[in-house]
């Protein structure tokens, strides 16, 4: 009887651990993108994608800005990463809590680097830290139309042409720091998915590229 009892406990911690959601911590190794982190304990890696946020995709304007903030934050150090469920691609929905005791998914809403994913989630305090970041024009926020990367996303998907189509004049590559003309040869070469596309060449500077010698933007 007394196994019986200690089983039937075993099985209900079991299940809350993963309707209740649980927490894992360890040293991030990889930065996926803004929102998108790996982590290894006891050698065993998780992928986790940061709750109620939604950075630019790597391809989008302030995509490697926002991958560059979140990594200067974290990668390296041991984070702890509270695990709610997971997504439909494998990856732990998580809010991470840095060495300092700071959210990551807040400091990224706080800088101007992430979107509240008010699809998914409801929370008062993440929307206040977007608006207050908005207000404040700071991140991608300076941008005077930013494109939420949902938005960005359902364009690439249903279109097979450039993300140029959207209005961007001048071409970027999200592994590298040069932007080019449309019709610069260098530029042409960029993979389809490193495109990186700005409205103006200020825009392309604010994040950090420098004009192609070669085109001369």
Known sequence: MRNSSFLLIFLILSVMQFTCGYSVSGKVIAVKDGDTIEILQDNKPYRLRLDGVDCPEKNQAFGQKAKEFTSSLCFGYTVRAEISENDKYGRFISRVYLPSGRILNEELLKAGYAWHYKEYNKERR??????????????????????????????????????????????????????????CEWGKKISKNNQVFFKTKEEAIKQGYKPCKSCKP
Do not use: C
């Open 126 to 183: 993440l929307a206040d830290m977007e608006d207050q970041a908005r207000y404040k024009k700071i991140g991608l926020w300076a941008d005077k139309d930013p494109v939420p990367p949902w938005n960005f996303r359902k364009n690439i998907n249903s279109s097979d042409k450039p993300v140029s189509a959207a209005g961007g004049n001048f071409v970027g590559s999200a592994n590298s720091s040069k932007f080019h003309t449309l019709s």
